[in-house]
């Protein structure tokens, strides 16, 4: 399954996707406001992979490969998981690109692209993007992309307080 947009094209990860996930995970500047998501050796970017994959397999999507549509370059990653927060199963937006592609808005086009795939594929469910305080272009894609700051939902994660961007709440879940 792939997701076109003008600039880019969002593809499922396969097996010779290792080395870009590796490198783009290992680089302190990606990672810089989730540093446990740092990688250190290839085998932890093959279990990432594999989380990843297993994901796709479970559900039928999960975390896209952002490629550059004319050249097929690898500019980062984008998607959707399914979590549990607050007892209720939940799509977690994701997007982490190569510093190389920052400053360009491909992580608004990546993510705009993934939020309206899921609605019109997952329209019931709530998609959620965790942000942390300091990282203002990230909240600014979450924005973008079609989420609204929930600050009721607000919570701890592991590199420090959760700031929660949604589409949409149930209002009896707060």
């Not at 500019?75 to 937006?93: H, M, Q, T, W, Y």
């Not at 993007?129 to 009721?152: C, D, I, K």
Request: charged share 30%; glycine share 6%.
């Amino acid at each position: 399954m792939e997701i076109v947009t003008a600039r880019l094209a969002l593809r499922r990860p396969e097996p010779a996707d290792l080395e870009t996930i590796f490198a783009i995970h290992r680089d302190p500047e990606a990672c810089r406001h989730n540093p446990s998501d740092l990688l250190v050796t290839v085998a932890d970017a093959e279990h990432l992979y594999s989380r990843w994959d297993d994901h796709w397999r479970r559900h039928g999507f999960g975390y896209w490969v952002v490629e550059e549509r004319g050249s097929r370059k690898i500019l980062g990653f984008a998607g959707l998981k399914v979590v549990r927060f607050r007892e209720i199963e939940v799509l977690n937006l994701f997007y982490r690109l190569d510093p190389a592609a920052w400053g360009n808005a491909v992580a608004t086009e990546a993510a705009t692209a993934v939020v309206s795939w899921a609605g019109q594929h997952l329209p019931d469910w709530p998609i959620l993007a965790r942000v942390r305080p300091a990282n203002v272009a990230s909240q600014r894609v979450a924005l973008r992309a079609g989420l609204s700051r929930a600050e009721h939902l607000d919570d701890e994660g592991e590199d420090g307080p959760d700031w929660l961007f949604v589409t949409r709440w149930p209002a009896d879940r707060s």
